[in-house]
């Protein structure tokens, strides 16, 4: 077991005995005003009216702030005071295919926003049975799914964990998004159709601040790509050609990679500069599924 997998481990068994403490106390403070209340209407003199009343009017603040300060709660001001549209998980179209084999899928809250100029959709999440498969760390666990939604469409292509490079696009032999993804300023990444996603494991309940930090580097990895811009995702002039073209130099030399030359113009892979055939089996997925 990673040190980092143990860790996590850790911090959720913390919380979870912080959380029984929590409400074991909940509980002996329950059954200490009804136990006083109890000995109050026994004996109906003023001051313990007083009591009565006091304790009541304490019973009530306690529970709103226990309700304010659930994460669900916390969680849904924020995404409300944020503009984040509330978004059905079971009536969305997730990018990712079917589970692996004896996995589940689950989708609990999601909300659609704009970031970076470019639709995502954010959600919280739960899986077992490695049913994301390499595109997290965690076989089972709760977390962040951030899918971002491009403005054209690119091959499929991720970088998984360990270090697994899936597809043949040449953007994925960028420096800066390899150096990024070893240093872990981004997570693992998969693009499929129009999507980018990323799923980021929680330590305990999904917090505003976990969902912004998912956001925010989702979107770099977007930008790592180059496919902030429609221009950078169009159907002439993407931003895969452009590296294909840096890499084969100077067409009008006859230089070949991967592919040959005819009448001093690169053909990479069989594709001209200035075209992409678009590849990637169509996502398919929802908001529950088992395998």
Not at 44 to 68: E, G, I, K, N, Y
Not at 75 to 88: K, N
Not at 158 to 169: K, L, Q, T
Not at 189 to 203: F, G, H, I, K, S
């Amino acid at each position: 077991m990673s040190l980092r997998r143990l860790t996590r481990l850790t911090g959720r068994w913390a919380l979870t005995v912080m959380a029984t403490v929590a409400w074991l106390g909940a509980v002996g403070g329950l059954v200490l005003i009804l136990a006083t209340g109890t000995a109050a209407f026994s004996d109906p003199s003023p001051a313990r009216m007083w009591v009565v009343w006091l304790l009541l009017v304490a019973a009530c603040f306690l529970s709103l702030l226990a309700d304010r300060s659930r994460p669900a709660g916390v969680l849904a001001r924020h995404a409300a005071a944020a503009g984040w549209e509330r978004t059905a998980p079971g009536k969305s179209e997730w990018p990712w295919p079917g589970p692996q084999s004896g996995g589940t899928i689950r989708v609990r809250r999601a909300w659609s926003f704009t970031a970076g100029g470019l639709p995502v959709t954010a959600g919280d999440v739960r899986w077992t049975g490695r049913a994301f498969g390499g595109a997290t760390d965690d076989a089972d666990g709760q977390g962040v799914v951030v899918v971002v939604h491009l403005r054209g469409r690119v091959p499929s292509m991720a970088y998984h964990v360990p270090f697994e490079r899936i597809g043949d696009s040449p953007l994925l032999d960028r420096t800066e998004l390899r150096k990024a993804f070893l240093t872990r300023r981004i997570p693992p990444w998969t693009v499929r159709e129009r999507c980018l996603y990323t799923v980021e494991p929680a330590n305990g309940s999904v917090t505003p601040a976990l969902i912004d930090s998912a956001v925010r580097r989702a979107l770099l990895i977007v930008r790592l790509l180059d496919l902030t811009s429609e221009a950078g995702t169009s159907e002439a002039g993407t931003s895969e050609v452009r590296t294909s073209e840096a890499r084969t130099g100077e067409a009008g030399k006859g230089e070949i990679l991967n592919g040959e030359v005819h009448a001093g113009e690169a053909r990479i892979n069989g594709v001209r500069p200035g075209t992409v055939r678009p590849k990637g089996p169509r996502a398919e997925g929802g908001a529950d599924t088992a395998g």
